[in-house]
């Protein structure tokens, strides 16, 4: 099974039938960590049934590569959050389409109730913008929303990235890539400590590498040029919290834009914006739901 689940080429935008689904499960876990039986089926067979993922899923589980933690609901249904085993991720150590990044096992089911909440907000928001690049023609899949993404800031410290987003907007015969970090915010930090993460990207843009053995004038430029043609815009998505507490920590993040200057000359260069994660799945990012941190009218995403 091994040798057969390294046969998913790099390449793929976006699962086809053609390819095995269990690979394609193990490689979607791995990739994106942790993920309920309907947001598996959405992110690889979204024309597919439940039953059919489900069946993967088990018989996974069954051979000892993934397992599962039971969500609370208030309702008492049964809904299943599925994660790599440590065997598991070492079947998938080597999968091309995690583009050198390793497989990410979690170690027990209270590590896997940690981090579920918080991993399944980050699942849904690549969803959304998944079904809006099926809707739109456009390009989007399960390999171009990297997760946990870390940056030097310099001084020892890095930034994390809840996800670094790639999209291709497909407009006849144009393609224009655009790429984003995204920012998954469940109001359970304060709106300041929120507002900080700006500060902290304001320094990635800034952060230049010192060369080894060099005096300390010879720069080499932007350490972000390493990995991205342009800096990718920063966009924050927010949710668990009322509407007006929500629209209170975006007026927060405009503030620190206004504020700060480090971060008022980041957002001279970079698009900043902000959106509620509910409206990005009702109306679609490609809707007018995201406030500039720049002020001004809300928007599609492509357009701050």
Not at 91 to 109: A, C, E, H, K, Q
Not at 115 to 141: C, I, M, S, W
Not at 276 to 285: N, R, S
Request: net charge positive; with cysteine.
């Amino acid at each position: 099974m091994n040798s057969a689940a390294q046969s998913i080429p790099a390449t793929a935008m976006a699962p086809t039938p053609a390819e095995p689904l269990t690979h394609q499960v193990l490689a979607g876990l791995a990739q994106h960590r942790i993920a309920t039986t309907s947001q598996m089926r959405r992110m690889l067979r979204p024309d597919g049934t439940r039953q059919l993922m489900s069946r993967v899923l088990n018989r996974l589980r069954s051979d000892g590569f993934v397992d599962c933690t039971v969500l609370p609901d208030a309702n008492r249904t049964r809904t299943n959050a599925w994660y790599l085993t440590q065997e598991g991720a070492r079947l998938t150590r080597d999968l091309p389409v995690l583009r050198g990044r390793p497989p990410y096992p979690i170690s027990s089911m209270t590590a896997a109730s940690l981090k579920t909440p918080h991993t399944l907000a980050v699942v849904r928001a690549h969803l959304a913008f998944a079904a809006d690049a099926r809707r739109l023609g456009h390009e989007h899949g399960p390999w171009d929303w990297t997760p946990e993404v870390s940056h030097s800031i310099g001084e020892g410290e890095r930034i994390v990235a809840d996800a670094v987003m790639y999209y291709t907007v497909v407009e006849s015969e144009h393609r224009r890539k655009l790429r984003a970090f995204v920012e998954v915010d469940r109001s359970t930090m304060s709106s300041e400590r929120l507002a900080v993460k700006l500060i902290e990207y304001a320094r990635l843009f800034q952060y230049e590498a010192q060369p080894v053995g060099r005096r300390r004038q010879a720069s080499v430029g932007p350490a972000w040029l390493r990995w991205y043609p342009v800096f990718p815009r920063v966009l924050f998505v927010l949710t668990g919290a009322s509407r007006v507490r929500l629209e209170n920590r975006m007026s927060d993040l405009q503030a620190m834009v206004a504020q700060h200057p480090l971060v008022a000359g980041l957002a001279r260069e970079v698009r900043l914006g902000a959106a509620v994660l509910e409206d990005l799945e009702q109306h679609g990012p490609a809707q007018d739901v995201w406030m500039p941190l720049v002020g001004g009218n809300s928007r599609p995403w492509t357009d701050l």
